[in-house]
C-alpha cells in the first residue's frame, strides 16, 4: 500500500489534536511573530479613495506585542475593505522543528512520512487556526482599549459644565452656503435665526458685520458658540475682530464648540419633532447653541457613535 495515499488522514486528524503542541506553537507566534499588512494589488488600477485611507498600511510590520490598538483596527478595517492583505508572519522554522520534535522519533521506520505529514499539517491547518486565534486576541484587546477610551471621552464631554442665564448666538460655520446663525435665549428656545457669507467681496464682508452686531445687539446676546467644523477658523477670525471693535464695550464672549453629530440630529425624527418649522440647517445651528447652554441635555439626543469621540467609533 502506497503511504502517500494516507497522507490527507495523518494531517487532518493527528497532528491537529496535541494541546501540548498548540501550547508550544503559539509560545513561539506570540514571542516572535510579528503583523504584517500589504496592498491588495490591483494591476493599472490608481488608488481609490478608500485605498488612500489605508496608504500607511501598505508596507507595514510590527512585533504582535506591539502593535497599537488603533493601528490594528485601522488594518482590520483595511483587510475588510479588501485593501489590505493581512497575515502573521513568524519563524516557520522554529515550529516545524518544535512540532518535529515533539510528534515524530527519530528512529521510527516511518519517520520521514511522519515528518512530510507534520510540516503538511503545520502550513495548512495549525498554523492557520493558530494566526486566527492570535489575530482574534488582539481584535479584542484593542476593542476593548477603544471602549475604554470612548467611555472616557464620551463622559468628559457629557460632564462639560452648562452655561447659565445667557442668550446665545451659535454659528454653523461655511463657505458656499453661509454661516447659518440661530439665536437662542437662556433655556434653548429658538427666537431668530438667519445666514451670513464671510467670503466675497469686501461690501459682503462688511454687510455681514454689520448684521452680526445688530443681532447681537437687539436680543442682548453675551456669547457667541462658533461650529469647529468648515470655515471656523474664517468665522472666528471675523467674529474676535467684531468682539474687540464694534461690540468692545458690550464684552460679547466667543467659544469654539465640537458640532460633531450636529448634522445627524438635524434630520433625526427628535429634531423634526424639536423645530418641525425649521430645515435641517437652522436645527444644526441651535443644536450647536444648545451643547453651550446645556451639553448633557443636549448630546443625549444624539447616537454615540455619531459624537466622535473614539478611536474610530464605528468599530
Known sequence: MDLR?????????????????????????????HLTSRRVESEGKALSKDEKHFRDYFAYSDHIGRVPPH?????????????????????HAAL?????????????????????????????????????????????????????????NLRNLLL???VNGRRVLAIDPGFRSGCKLAILDEFGNLLDHGTIHIIGPEQHRQLCRTRLVELIRKYHISVLAIGNGTACRETEQMV???LGSELRPEGVEYVIV????????????IGREELPKHDATVRSAASIGRRLLDPLSELVKINPANIGVGLYQHD
Not at 494516507?6 to 506553537?25: K, N, S, T, V
Not at 465640537?258 to 425624527?269: I, R
Request: glycine letters at 4%; one cysteine or more.
Open 258 to 269: 465640537n458640532e460633531a453629530g450636529a448634522s445627524v440630529y438635524s434630520t433625526s425624527p
Open 96 to 152: 516545524e522543528r518544535e512540532a518535529l520534535d515533539l510528534l515524530v522519533q527519530p528512529e521510527h521506520q516511518h519517520a520521514a512520512f511522519l515528518k512530510d505529514c507534520v510540516t503538511d499539517a503545520l502550513s495548512r491547518l495549525v498554523v492557520p487556526s493558530l494566526e486566527r486565534e492570535i489575530r482574534r486576541e488582539m481584535t479584542d484587546k484593542a476593542e476593548r482599549h477603544a471602549v475604554d477610551v470612548f467611555i472616557r
Open 160 to 162: 462639560q459644565p452648562p
Open 5 to 33: 495515499l494516507l497522507r490527507p488522514c495523518l494531517g487532518l486528524f493527528p497532528f491537529l489534536e496535541p494541546a501540548q503542541l498548540r501550547q508550544r506553537l503559539r509560545v513561539i507566534l506570540h514571542a516572535k511573530g
Open 71 to 91: 493601528r490594528l483596527l485601522a488594518i482590520n478595517r483595511g483587510e475588510r475593505s479588501q485593501v489590505l492583505r493581512v497575515r502573521i508572519e513568524a519563524d
Open 240 to 242: 474676535a475682530d467684531v
